[in-house]
């Protein structure tokens, strides 16, 4: 995909764009302008476009000081998914967590998402635990890399 870029978000426009994304993915844990910043601070976000088109964007927690373990989340909007758009955001986010020294890779999907889970079984994570959030009603899967 020649027209494919991604972008680090590094002024409102992108941050906006990265949170329409995360917001639309993740309808049940709603993220404002200000829960995004801080998340930028320890976090290596990116926007992906095909052309000037939003198409999704992607998460990676490095590891902290006391495990080896990143979480790395691809989101695609759902009608550019199956078009290799996740596979190269899934593998730039991998690509970076390797970089930051993860040893063990594991994401994190809302269990509602079956493209979601379905990409994540099809990369190789299994499940490791089913959770609630405090006052939402749809579990959480975090998935570790076998």
Same mark, same amino acid.
């Given at each position: 995909?020649?027209?494919?870029?991604?972008?680090?978000?590094?002024?409102?426009?992108?941050?906006? =764009?990265?949170?329409?994304?995360? @917001?639309?993915?993740?309808?049940?844990?709603?993220?404002?302008? =200000?829960?995004? $910043?801080?998340?930028?601070? $320890? @976090?290596?976000?990116?926007?992906?476009?095909?052309?000037?088109?939003?198409?999704?964007?992607?998460?990676?927690?490095?590891?902290?000081?006391?495990?080896?373990? *990143?979480?790395?989340? *691809?989101?695609?909007?759902?009608?550019?998914?199956?078009?290799?758009?996740? #596979?190269?955001?899934?593998?730039?986010?991998?690509?970076?967590?390797? #970089?930051?020294? *993860?040893?063990?890779?594991?994401?994190?999907?809302?269990?509602? @998402?079956? =493209?979601?889970?379905?990409? *994540?079984?099809?990369?190789?994570?299994?499940?490791?635990?089913?959770?609630?959030?405090?006052?939402?009603?749809?579990?959480?899967? =975090?998935? $570790?890399?076998?």
């Amino acid at each position: 995909m020649s027209d494919l870029r991604f972008q680090q978000p590094d002024d409102d426009v992108a941050l906006r =764009d990265w949170q329409y994304v995360h @917001n639309v993915i993740i309808p049940t844990h709603i993220l404002s302008m =200000d829960e995004i $910043r801080e998340r930028a601070q $320890r @976090n290596h976000l990116e926007v992906a476009y095909l052309g000037d088109v939003l198409v999704g964007c992607s998460t990676v927690r490095p590891p902290s000081d006391d495990t080896l373990t *990143a979480t790395v989340i *691809a989101r695609v909007l759902a009608p550019h998914r199956g078009q290799g758009i996740g #596979e190269e955001l899934y593998a730039r986010g991998l690509s970076r967590a390797r #970089e930051l020294g *993860a040893e063990v890779i594991e994401t994190v999907i809302l269990s509602s @998402n079956e =493209d979601g889970l379905r990409f *994540a079984r099809k990369h190789g994570f299994a499940e490791i635990e089913r959770y609630l959030l405090p006052g939402e009603t749809i579990p959480w899967i =975090d998935l $570790r890399l076998a």
